[in-house]
């Protein structure tokens, strides 16, 4: 088969920021993928509307990579949910990603601010 | 993605549905708790979420692996097209299984001939030793590898220091019978540390020691292979301690070796081993333990740790002076022990064990690969040509597929798929095939006298062998026409409607494949018509006697104790008795039959007629007795033939053959002339008058050039041995004359031995090779023939379906049949006559190849080479002309209204 386009995906957001909004908000401890679109929504002040469901490919990546683990726990309002978990690689990972992104955030302020420097 | 989420892909979705499914009713609740209806509240949050089922199969993608799936639907379509086409899927299966399976099957045998190693331990450590060049030795050889005498033998084995241990071995045939018809087992003299330094452990028993190989150790045990006890003993243990009789002589079972040793000749098996030492109890007088002109053992040592075979063979040549030195046989003239002297020892890789077998077949079974692999090749072209004309009738399909997206590699897979389909299944069927067709040669090479054992389950060299070839002829059958059907432009191929583009690539290249197909398979016609007019050659050949009727009987004394002195008369009343046998027309001792294997041979000297002698010549020699002339049916030219009057004290005498005469005496008429044969410095010599002259005979094979041969007169034998042999000539039917003969010896004494030979049998064995080689090259040459043919029909009936319009046009304007099926043959034609140069060319560089196994012609024969090209251009014309009439059968009217 040809190379497909992916359906749907990160719409608005910068390809891979999606993976390091994930791994951010799995800092604070594990949590399933609602509460983890709802915090992203939020901790961005409202700013950036996931499509909740292109969440799901992204946890499913990033599990396949190591750097999440999933298990089923029952939510505040006793509903079974699927709990994410940030692993020592997913950690890792993170401390890689943000940096790359602090990187990216300057060499674009650079460019748009030259009278900065 | 891995291998694991791929293959739990199902699971995974599931698990994403659940996951989902949570999401939503927890979106769900909120929505409920900030007051909207239950149903708003699912709608609002379904909203917020997107598309579920877009989400659960973009999941899904991430999880696929796509080679494998495409390659199993690729598979399943290309099974489903074989099955849609059954004659096709039988034709190419069939030709590729036979072309796979005669290929795995030669190569089995060369396989168990020649790459195998010895079943025994570290067969890599194992070093032959022998006498470098091997060429002038003088003396008496016995036994299938007369590398050393006994002698040295012992020298060897005191001095070496480059084996942690060395064995010797010889051949021997024992018979089992205590009188009468014989009946043999395979024998082998071993060194007493032969088991030890092979490594070989006893399935049962023990095997011999050391100790018990010391001169004067009578016949203290025997070994017998495994197969010799299931036969003999049906696999009893109570075999251990029992009796055999060999030659007449008991002797006791000690052990019994695994099932997989043969010992250390490729091709046979042995029967019983028994200590070198006990040679003694066998041969008596004659025992070559003491014999330093008897050359009868060959050796093999396991290298000491860290020893090349190179380096044990400068060790040996170092100390060669040395044993040759201290092994001189008594009996050589002093030009010969120079040459003795001269002599050095080496030693070679020994790990693959000896096989005369192997030294005779080695070539053949090269030449017969050669003509498989090539057969294969045809078979391959013409699946290639047959792939191609299916590739071309689905150019549209294809064309359509290209211009919708599919990438031409994507379509090049699924049409090799199925020719991998193909390739499989005829590699299967090749490989059960194999199995048979091996056996079936070496059950055809086999005779009565030579069995051949040779071990021949398939291993991971055949396997890997006959997966290369699936490869190899799936990529060569599959590839070309794969990426040929879709060169095309998508465009080009969809103007050209349903016709196809004429003279596009494909046609080409299917001329192309038959003009190499026809210039093949005259390449392996001219090849087999070769073997087969070389075996009528030797069949028909005149070895200066009558072949039919003759019946040769070996009789073994020994065991009967006549005597000495009466052995001369024992052997005349043999003589007559056999004579007064019914229906025996004549009988006569022999020394040697003709082309039985037994040679004599010895340098002579003319007795100058001014008394001086003339210079040594070397002739051969038998010993026969009166009426054997007559009995073979050999003319004698002049003088007479042997009588009473040539006994034991009378002058001696001779008789030779016309090559005796005008090689040594300028073809002048021989009787009355005498000559001397050279003997050692104890041996009396005499003089031979020569009383008669008979027609050439060959000696011992029927493809050596004529022989000079002395016979000289069994009843003037100095020595007369305790072995007799006659030759009877005689109407009756085998089985009744062996009958009689039994009788007519056994009233004489039981105790005699007796073996039948039918002469033409025996000579027709000796041909065994050569006739295999005529058939099996006549089949495979008639099969590439064939592929062949079928190959031309297909393509010249193809310009005929792409030309029905054009020959509609043709005959519209007054062509008749005759013009049109011209037209068709002249591309026939063309095709032929570039295919039958490019093969006569082919025939002409490489049949050289083959010249050292024919026999009275030349590997550039020019009948033969042209007896193929008529025999070819003749099919190929016939092939032709079926389509070229289809052609000219067109009606004009429906062929152009088909545009």
Sequence with gaps: MAKRTKPGGQGDLLQGTLDLLVLRTLVLGPAHGYSIAQAIERGSREVLQVEQGSLYPALHRLEDRGWIASFWGTSENNRKAKYYRLTPAGKRQLAAETSRWEQLVRAVGHILYPAEE | ?899
């Design chain 2, 1 to 899: 993605m891995g291998w694991g989420r791929y293959l739990r892909r199902r699971w995974w979705d599931e698990e994403r549905a659940r996951e989902i499914e949570a999401h939503l009713a927890l979106a769900t609740d909120e929505n409920l708790a900030r007051g909207m209806t239950p149903e708003a509240a699912r709608a609002a949050a379904l909203r917020k979420f997107g598309n579920p089922a877009r989400v659960r199969e973009e999941i899904y993608f991430m999880n696929s692996l796509s080679w494998p799936e495409n390659a199993l639907r690729d598979l399943r379509h290309g099974a489903r097209l074989l099955r849609l086409n059954p004659g096709f899927t039988l034709v190419a299966v069939l030709s590729l299984s036979l072309g796979i399976g005669a290929n795995a099957a030669i190569f089995q045998l060369l396989d168990a001939l020649r790459l195998r190693s010895l079943p025994v331990a570290k067969p890599q450590e194992l070093a032959e030793v022998r006498i470098i060049g091997q060429t002038s030795r003088t003396g008496s050889f016995n036994g299938r590898y007369p590398q050393l005498t006994y002698a040295q033998w012992e020298q060897i084995r005191e001095h070496q220091e480059a084996f942690s241990g060395v064995l010797a071995w010889s051949a021997q045939r024992f018979n089992l019978s205590p009188g009468g018809e014989e009946r043999y087992a395979q024998g082998m003299f071993v060194s007493g540390d032969f088991f030890r330094v092979l490594g070989v452990t006893p399935a049962l028993g023990r095997v011999l020691n050391a100790d018990e190989d010391r001169r004067g150790c009578g016949l203290p045990g025997a070994v017998i292979s495994h197969s010799f006890w299931q036969r003999e003993f049906q696999g009893s243990p109570t075999a251990l301690g029992s009796k055999l009789l060999l030659n007449g002589h008991p002797v006791e079972v000690i052990g019994v070796t695994p099932p997989n040793f043969f010992g250390v000749e490729v091709g046979r098996t042995y029967d019983v081993a028994v200590p070198l030492c006990a040679e003694a109890v066998f041969g008596g007088t004659d025992s070559r333990l003491d014999r330093r002109q008897g050359w009868w053992l060959a050796a093999l040592g396991r290298l000491k740790p860290g020893w090349s075979p190179q380096r044990a063979g400068a060790h040996l040549e170092a100390i060669s002076p040395a044993i040759f030195e201290a092994t001189v046989p008594e009996t050589y003239r002093p030009d010969d022990v120079s040459k003795y002297l001269g002599f050095k020892l080496t030693a070679v890789p020994g790990g693959s064990g000896f096989s005369s077998l192997r030294a005779n077949s080695e070539r053949p079974l090269w030449v017969l690969l050669a003509i498989t692999g090539l057969v294969l090749l045809i078979a391959c072209a013409n699946l290639a040509n047959l792939l191609l004309a299916r590739a071309s009738a689905r150019e549209r399909e294809l064309a359509i597929r290209l211009a919708l997206g599919a990438s031409r590699g994507r379509l090049v897979r699924q049409l090799l798929a199925e020719s991998l389909l193909l390739a499989a299944l005829g590699a299967a069927l090749g490989a059960a095939l194999a199995q048979l067709l091996s056996r079936f040669l070496v059950a055809s090479l086999a005779t009565q006298g030579n069995q051949i054992f040779l071990d021949l389950d398939p291993n991971w060299r055949v396997f890997g062998f006959i997966a290369g070839l699936a490869i190899l002829t799936c990529l060569l059958f599959g590839l070309t026409p794969a990426l040929g059907a879709t060169r095309t432009s998508p465009g080009a191929a969809l103007k050209a409607g349903g016709r196809g583009l004429a003279g596009s690539g494909g046609s080409g290249l299917r001329r192309l494949l038959v003009v190499s197909q026809v210039a093949l398979s005259l390449l392996l016609l001219v090849g087999a018509l070769l073997f087969v007019r070389s075996f009528q050659n030797l069949a028909t050949l005149d070895a200066g006697f009558r072949r039919e009727g003759l019946l040769a009987a070996s009789l073994d004394l020994r065991r009967a104790d006549f005597p000495a002195e009466r052995l001369l008369a024992v052997q005349r009343d043999l003589t007559e008795r056999l004579r007064a046998l019914p229906g025996v027309e004549s009988a006569a001792e022999v020394a040697i039959v003709p082309m039985s294997g037994s040679a004599w041979n010895n340098n002579i000297r003319i007795d100058g007629s001014a008394g001086q002698e003339g210079s040594a010549t070397l002739s051969n020699f038998n010993q026969v007795g009166p009426g054997y002339f007559r009995t073979m049916g050999t003319p004698l030219l002049g003088g007479r033939d042997f009588d009473e009057r040539d006994a034991a004290t009378s002058p001696k005498v001779a008789i030779v053959n016309e090559t005796f005469s005008r090689r040594f005496l300028n073809g002048a008429n021989p009787v009355g002339r005498r000559f001397r044969i050279e003997v050692g410095p104890k041996e009396t010599d005499h003089l031979y008058e020569i009383i008669g002259l008979v027609k050439d005979t060959k000696y011992r094979s029927l493809r050596e050039e004529l022989t000079p041969i002395a016979f000289l007169a069994a009843a003037q034998d100095d020595e007369p041995g305790r072995f007799a042999q006659f030759v009877l000539r005689s109407p009756a039917s085998l089985g009744a004359l062996t009958a009689a003969v039994k009788k007519a010896v056994a009233e004489v004494n039981p105790a005699i031995g007796i073996q039948f030979q039918s002469v033409q049998t025996q000579i027709w064995e000796t041909l065994l090779q050569e006739r295999l080689m005529a058939m099996l090259s006549s089949f495979f040459g008639f099969l590439a023939g064939l592929l062949a043919m079928i190959g031309l029909y297909g393509v010249i009936s193809y310009a005929v379906s792409r030309r029905t319009n054009e020959i509609g046009i043709r005959m519209a304007l007054g062509a008749d049949r005759r013009v049109v099926v011209r037209l068709i043959l002249r591309e026939a034609v063309a095709l032929l006559s570039v295919g039958l140069a490019a093969g006569i060319l082919l025939s002409l560089a490489s049949t050289k190849m083959v010249s050292s196994m024919l026999f009275g012609l030349q590997p550039y024969d020019p009948v033969t080479i042209g007896l193929a090209v008529a025999i070819l251009a003749g099919v190929g014309l016939a092939a032709s002309y079926l389509p070229a009439r289809r052609a000219a059968g067109v009606d004009p009217m429906e062929a152009l209204r088909a545009e």
